[in-house]
T-cell receptor
Framework: DTAVSQTPKYLVTQMGNDKSIKCEQN?????MYWYKQDSKKFLKIMFS???????INETVPNRFSPKSPDKAHLNLHINSLELGDSAVYFC?????????????FGPGTRLTVL | AQKITQTQPGMFVQEKEAVTLDCTYD???????LFWYKQPSSGEMIFLIY??????QNATEGRYSLNFQKARKSANLVISASQLGDSAMYFC???????????????FGSGTQLTVLP
């Protein structure tokens, strides 16, 4: 009965590689998000999709590309990985029309770029 | 300018005592929401409690309560009867335009690491 799931949980890769992180939610929410948590634990929004439409696109290198095949899935593809991309990436979901539209987070994906 | 400020990087509390984690915020939007999340060492982000800017009463959820002082722009989390399992990082976050019906991101503070001592 997992609400928001992410795969993989850990990802170790070499600089220059391309990798993807997958996220799925079974809460019936219409909005999904990607957040990045850096080594100092600071969390920052990267992207948000509402009903498969990109609605938030923060200042993120264009090596990062989100894709939402349907409203239950939001994947994050990263090209040409750099050392600075090492972080924990969290997916979250919410139902935008609700007040509050509480965001529920996945378990996170720890990405390590060597 | 920081929208969410958590001034306590680390806090210690004795088991069974109450502890207050501070959070101040900055917004010109009259319609906003404040959220607290817990991140244990296992890494997941757990939603704890929510306070809306128009809510008349302070939010409570079990042992968690929010000391919401709108004029001071503070939304401190109070944990009563601390347990060892409360040891974690706690994040305060704000969502502006809470009544807009459109999705907006959460803006997080830098977090407070709480350690509960036996």
């Amino acid at each position: 009965d997992t609400a928001v799931s992410q795969t993989p949980k850990y990802l170790v890769t070499q600089m220059g590689n391309d990798k993807s992180i997958k996220c799925e939610q079974n809460l019936g929410h219409d909005t999904m998000y990607w957040y990045k948590q850096d080594s100092k634990k600071f969390l920052k929004i990267m992207f948000s999709y509402n009903n498969k439409e990109l609605i938030i696109n923060e200042t993120v290198p264009n090596r990062f590309s989100p894709k939402s095949p349907d409203k239950a899935h939001l994947n994050l593809h990263i090209n040409s990985l750099e050392l600075g991309d090492s972080a924990v990436y969290f997916c979250a979901s919410s139902q935008a029309v609700l007040t509050p539209d509480t965001q529920y987070f996945g378990p996170g994906t720890r990405l390590t770029v060597l | 300018a920081q929208k969410i400020t958590q001034t306590q990087p680390g806090m210690f509390v004795q088991e069974k005592e109450a502890v207050t984690l501070d959070c101040t915020y900055d917004t010109s939007d009259p319609s906003y929401g404040l959220f607290w999340y817990k991140q244990p060492s296992s890494g997941e982000m757990i939603f704890l409690i929510y306070q809306g800017s128009y809510d008349q009463q302070n939010a409570t959820e079990g042992r968690y309560s929010l000391n919401f002082q709108k004029a001071r722009k503070s939304a401190n989390l109070v944990i009563s009867a601390s347990q060892l399992g409360d040891s974690a990082m706690y994040f305060c976050a704000m969502r502006e335009g809470i009544s807009s019906g459109s999705a907006r991101q959460l803006t997080f503070g830098s977090g407070t690491q709480l350690t509960v001592l036996p």
